[in-house]
């Protein structure tokens, strides 16, 4: 267990649907990375924030996806319309804010879309 | 931007043997170099990490190595044992990646046969 915690751990939801997901970052962590993994491929990067401020998005962030971490704590990463591309597992990661320091990832959100 | 790769993908060993993995990565600018174990159902583990003004770093079993002139760096897991199995995946990051994002490489499959 590396301090990181995620919610639900699983999702099965229908295309069209809303979903969302929390994650809660190691307590002193001022990161807070967002990244999606498809089966059988390394994690792909999203979006992160430092504090509250979300300063980069990845092109694979669709107009459908929004984060937030309205106090620099928890964060949430919200689907609208889900497709069924959208199936995978949204892995979340914590890190001090210094260039080279450790990410530590939760257990993940697997999403399945049908 | 940052490209990854990784190779074998898959690796059979016998309990005892070594175990390399090798990757490869494509922006200079890249100084940071973690390695992380990925069990079933589990959010990647952080094992080791290596930055650029180092070569070789050691953690009991697990080593690794860097290359930045050929920008490439490599996993040694030594006198290797059943619970040693799992997903292992490298990434690159850096500098001018902003928050210092991860790119991973696509993984490797670890068989520890006993």
Redesign the interface.
Same mark, same amino acid.
């Given at each position: 267990d590396t301090g990181v915690s995620q919610d639900p751990r699983h999702k099965i939801t229908k295309r069209g649907q809303n979903v969302t997901f929390r994650c809660d970052p190691i307590s002193e962590h001022n990161r807070l990375y967002w990244y999606r993994q498809t089966l059988g491929q390394g994690p792909e990067f999203l979006t992160y924030f430092q504090n509250e401020a979300q300063l980069e998005k990845s092109r694979l962030l669709s107009d459908r996806f929004s984060a937030e971490r309205p106090k620099g704590s928890f964060s949430t990463l919200e689907i609208q319309r889900t497709e069924q591309g959208d199936s995978a597992m949204y892995l979340c990661a914590s890190s001090f804010n210094q260039p080279t320091n450790e990410q530590f990832f939760g257990p993940g959100t697997r999403l399945t879309v049908l | 931007g940052e490209n990854?790769e %990784?190779h074998p993908s898959t690796l059979s060993v016998q309990e005892g043997d070594s175990a390399v993995i090798k990757c490869t990565y494509s922006d200079s600018a890249s100084?940071?170099f973690?390695w992380?174990k990925q069990e079933l !159902?589990?959010?990647? %583990? /952080?094992i080791i990490?290596i930055?650029s003004n180092v070569g070789e770093k050691k953690d009991q079993r697990i080593a690794v190595t860097l290359n930045k002139t050929a920008k490439h760096f490599s996993l040694h897991i030594t006198e290797t044992q059943p619970e040693d199995s799992a997903v292992y &995946?490298c $990434?690159a +990051? !850096?500098?001018r990646a $902003? !928050?210092?994002? /991860?790119? &991973? !490489?696509? +993984?490797t499959r670890v068989l520890v046969k006993p």
């Open positions: - | 990854v %990784q100084n940071y973690p992380y !159902g589990k959010g990647p %583990q /952080l990490d930055r &995946f $990434a +990051g !850096g500098a $902003a !928050g210092n994002k /991860l790119t &991973f !490489g696509g +993984g």
